[in-house]
């Protein structure tokens, strides 16, 4: 039985914030775990569009801040499902901050999640497989899977030390 296929652009979430006070540290630069909230929605909203369903987050990759991110700046977040497996789904997420009064946009961070697709029961559902469209879907799709097989290789190695 073949799977039900979904484009990438049924996936994509664009979100803006703007950076508040209370978002700031004393030096006037966004905490980063309000990034990584923020990441976390995006990335959330985005497998819930693919999968149709309540998706939890499973993991989230290395994340590496470029760039700070200052008070009253816009925080924008473009997400979309790069990878799907069988009930779990990759989805990247990038940050640009935006000066608004030059409205320059600088690159802040990229975030990679594993999200499942649960059922009413809370059990893991399968999902429909993403098919990437464009050169960029392709490449994003390519470098998913090498991300993957790292996080699978991972996985396996902790269980191996617990398991001792």
Same mark, same amino acid.
């Given at each position: ?45 985005? /497998?819930?569009?693919? /999968? ?75 999902? /429909? ?36």
């Amino acid at each position: 039985m073949t799977r039900e296929q979904k484009p990438v652009r049924e996936s994509r979430v664009e979100m803006t914030e703007i950076v508040l006070p209370s978002h700031t540290n004393q030096l006037g630069n966004i905490f980063g775990g309000q990034l990584m909230a923020w990441i976390d929605i995006a990335a959330a909203i985005s /497998a819930s569009r693919h /999968a149709r369903s309540v998706c939890v987050t499973a993991s989230l990759d290395a994340l590496h801040f470029l760039a700070p991110v200052r008070l009253g700046e816009h925080v924008t977040l473009l997400a979309s499902v790069n990878y799907t497996g069988t009930t779990s789904m990759e989805v990247g997420v990038r940050l640009e901050s935006q000066e608004p009064e030059s409205g320059v946009r600088v690159h802040v961070a990229t975030a990679y999640l594993t999200f499942v697709a649960i059922d009413r029961e809370g059990k893991p559902r399968t999902v /429909a497989e993403v098919v990437p469209q464009t050169p960029d879907e392709e490449r994003r799709h390519h470098n998913a899977q090498k991300r993957r097989a790292a996080r699978l290789q991972l996985k396996d190695q902790l269980r191996a030390r617990e398991s001792k």
